[in-house]
């Protein structure tokens, strides 16, 4: 079983629609979480942190389930530009290294 | 430019030939990271350094490949006996250690294997 796990999509949604991701980790002691952003060709780009208590950064929601184990990342009005790749990463412990998910991928059309 | 710069951005090398990537970090991150990445998947973990101690290989690691970062500034990455299947873009990401803090990826060296 993969460490962290999503689905790989593709995500199809127009223009203007919510869209919800979800993101299981295995390992119960993962302490910090992330969203990151890929582009195609491009590296990935923090989208933002997940905080236990759940954190919005303008359209995108982000929340934590430690009890089920997934983080998700929730897209409001979702625009053109949206359309890359999500990675949801995970960390163990200040000591410990960062793992990524392979990635959900999101087509926004017109 | 204070980000992470990896160099070359682009290799080609024949099969069986040795090649070695750098990367420079963002000057105050202490723990850097290096990932695989084919197309369709997500990166996938190599190593990772904090300072110039290795903490952690991939048990997915051939002993073809191996790492060094000798003064815990600058890394670098060397595959030798390249096979075919190597191609894929690898990424070295940066990061101040402790909770919570941003991971900061060079934008990659591409590795072909013809």
């Known amino acids: 079983r993969k460490e962290v796990e999503q689905d790989p999509g593709p995500f199809n949604v127009p223009e203007g629609a919510t869209v919800a991701f979800n993101c299981t980790y295995s390992?119960?002691?993962?302490?910090?979480f992330f969203w990151y952003r890929q582009d195609c060709r491009k590296e990935p780009k923090l989208l933002m942190s997940v905080y236990s208590s759940g954190n919005e950064d303008g359209r995108f929601t982000a929340q934590l389930n430690r009890a089920s184990q997934y983080i998700s990342l929730l897209i409001r009005d979702s625009k053109l530009s949206d359309s890359a790749t999500y990675l949801c990463?995970?960390?163990?412990?200040?000591?410990?290294?960062?793992?990524f998910g392979s990635g959900t991928r999101l087509s926004i059309r017109p | 430019d204070t980000g992470v710069s990896q160099d070359p951005r682009h290799k080609i090398t024949k099969r069986g030939q040795n090649v070695t990537f750098r990367c420079d970090p963002i000057?105050?991150?202490?723990?850097l990271y290096w990932y695989r990445q084919t197309l369709g998947q997500g990166p996938e973990f190599l190593t990772y350094f904090q300072n110039e101690a290795q903490l952690e290989k991939s048990r997915l690691l051939s002993d073809r490949f191996s790492a060094e970062r000798p003064k815990g500034s600058f890394s670098t990455l060397e595959i030798q006996r390249t096979e075919q299947g190597d191609s894929a873009m690898y990424l070295c990401?940066?990061?101040?250690?402790?909770?919570?803090?941003?991971?900061?990826f060079g934008q990659g060296t591409r590795l072909t294997v013809v």
């Open positions: 390992n119960s002691a993962s302490q910090s």
């Open positions: 990401a940066t990061q101040v250690r402790g909770q919570n803090t941003e991971a900061f």
């Open positions: 990463v995970c960390g163990y412990s200040s000591a410990s290294k960062i793992i």
């Open positions: 000057s105050e991150h202490n723990r």
